[in-house]
């Protein structure tokens, strides 16, 4: 139920994947927004501080994510080898951009050793500051990943939904079911 | 003897400008950093935005018994701006406002210079910033000079000017109207050649 086996997601995979899908689409339409607001808007300052507070807990939980996803097994892909093989790289490239995104996005708002308030509860510290030129070069990569994450994550939405619609699989349902996991 | 006269003569005038430029050859102290670009700009009328740019280097001349000869060259890697808050720091480098990704050096080449006596005078020269050049003004004072403590000879000098965005191509429309121009200070001790 919780865990996962080759035969399904355990739950705490399902709700990772369904949050961190929730908060990355809000997220990169919450710093399209954000970032073309004017000087005298009331979002100005509050539309970031949701971003960094939301994005924090990403990055977290990302983590965690990946441990968790490393220490269990995963269930057994479908489709011919071909598929699996690009599902595979796929699924490789989302995490890679995940934490690049997640990553470089920490790195601007840290560039100057300030921690982030995370929804004032708590302040992230900073671990790397005063790199050359940090704020700059980060908000690249962080532009240019989330942009290519978003893209990917489309593909990635077909591909789930050709599983379900076209092949009429499983594949769909084992990330939303999570007693799947429990048969042989 | 000619030859003597002739070899004399490509000395005295080969020695001319050496000897001159000893005198008057400086290079802005930026090893040991007693050198400041800074910048203060009104935040909405209610406080100020103070501002450095870390990196930069430059040289002067400056001759007490030839002041009309007086020059200065600085040059400035935008990209090194630090106004304390990192995301403000990208912002204002972003195309929004000084686009460093485009123009990652400002200049300032002295044209001239007019002494008012007393350690003041104007400096006039061309900034150029945003990849726009600007003839601009800036009073100046030599605040002091002499021997250093480590075997050198220093002067060091201040000035201050105010600049107006929009002549440099940055459009501050967004903001209120005493946002539109800032102060821009510097302050250098430069160590003799
Ligand atoms: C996967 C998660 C994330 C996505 C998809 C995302 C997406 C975006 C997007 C699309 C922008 C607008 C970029 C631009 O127009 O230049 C942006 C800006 C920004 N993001 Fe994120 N972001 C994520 C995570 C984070 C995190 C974790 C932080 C910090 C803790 C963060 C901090 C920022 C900041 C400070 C900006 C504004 C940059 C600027 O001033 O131009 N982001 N983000
Ligand atoms: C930003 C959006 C999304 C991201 C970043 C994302 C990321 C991921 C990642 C990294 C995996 C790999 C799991 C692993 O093998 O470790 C995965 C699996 C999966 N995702 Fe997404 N996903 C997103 C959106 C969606 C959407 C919208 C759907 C469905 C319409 C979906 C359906 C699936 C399915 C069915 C799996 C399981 C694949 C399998 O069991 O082999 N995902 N997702």
Do not use: C
Request: hydrophobic content about 45%.
């Amino acid at each position: 139920m919780w865990r996962n086996t080759r035969s399904g997601w355990g739950l705490v995979s399902i709700a990772l994947h369904w949050l961190s899908a929730l908060a990355i689409v809000g997220l990169f339409a919450l710093g399209w927004w954000m970032t073309d607001l004017g000087y005298y808007d009331e979002w100005y300052n509050l539309a970031p501080w949701w971003h960094r507070s939301v994005g924090v807990l990403l990055l977290v939980a990302t983590l965690l994510r990946v441990i968790w996803r490393l220490m269990l097994p995963a269930p057994v892909a479908r489709g011919p080898r071909l598929e699996r093989i690009a599902a595979h790289i796929g699924h490789i490239g989302l995490y890679v951009l995940m934490l690049v995104a997640l990553v470089s996005g920490y790195l601007i708002s840290t560039a100057d050793g300030r921690g982030i308030d995370v929804f004032g509860w708590f302040q992230a510290p900073a671990f790397i500051s005063d790199l050359p030129n940090q704020a700059t070069l980060a908000g690249t990569i962080h532009w240019y990943s989330a942009l290519a994450l978003i893209i990917l994550a489309g593909g990635h939405t077909l591909a789930a939904l050709k599983h379900h619609l076209v092949d009429r699989n499983d594949v769909l349902l084992r990330m939303i079911d999570p007693t799947r996991s429990r048969r042989g | 003897m000619f030859k003597k006269t002739v070899i004399a003569a490509t000395l005295a005038v080969a020695s001319v400008p050496l000897t001159q430029a000893q005198a008057a050859d400086y290079t802005i102290d930026t090893e040991g950093q007693h050198a400041f670009v800074q910048f203060k700009i009104s935040h909405l009328g209610y406080s100020y935005i103070l501002g450095s740019f870390e990196n930069f280097s430059g040289d002067f001349s400056y001759d007490p018994e030839d002041l009309d000869a007086t020059s200065v060259n600085v040059e400035v890697d935008v990209a090194s701006l630090n106004s304390n808050h990192a995301e403000r720091d990208k912002h204002i480098l972003s195309d929004d406002f000084l686009d460093a990704g485009e123009y990652p050096t400002a200049t300032f080449a002295s044209t001239g210079f007019e002494s008012n006596g007393d350690d003041e005078g104007v400096l006039t020269g061309d900034l150029t910033l945003h990849g726009e050049t600007v003839e601009i003004e800036m009073p100046v004072t030599l605040v002091g000079e002499g021997e250093d403590p480590w075997g050198g000879y220093r002067a060091g000098f201040e000035g201050s000017t105010m600049l107006t965005l929009a002549d440099f191509g940055i459009d501050m429309g967004d903001f209120p109207e005493m946002m539109h121009e800032l102060e821009l200070y510097v302050t250098f001790e430069g160590v003799r050649q």
